[in-house]
């Protein structure tokens, strides 16, 4: 399985009644692992930033990955991206390999 960084902004409507936020989320949550049975979320953070929400997950592919991202916008977020993301040990044996 690979690593993946989700980042997420919500909606103005979203944001608007934040008492609702645990609720959406759960909701959010339910859908992506109905959808994508094999994603495994690792962490969860809100942010204090251009973006809302981090999500670390692990998914065996990017179709799975992107599907993330595509729930996300379905839901009401004005922007979700999905990055991959190298262990650092991984990272130094690519460059290695050069």
Avoid at 49 to 70: C, H, R, T, W
């Amino acid at each position: 399985m690979s690593t993946y960084i989700l980042v997420t902004k919500l909606s103005p409507e979203l944001t608007k009644n934040l008492k609702k936020r645990a609720e959406i989320g759960r909701m959010w949550l339910e859908k992506v692992k109905k959808n994508c049975p094999d994603v495994k979320f690792i962490a969860h953070y809100a942010l204090l930033g251009p973006y809302d929400f981090l999500d670390i997950y692990e998914a065996p592919n990017e179709q799975s990955a992107a599907k993330v991202s595509m729930i996300s916008l379905s839901g009401g977020a004005v922007a979700a991206e999905s990055w991959t993301a190298i262990p650092y040990k991984d990272f130094i044996k690519l460059i290695e390999d050069l």
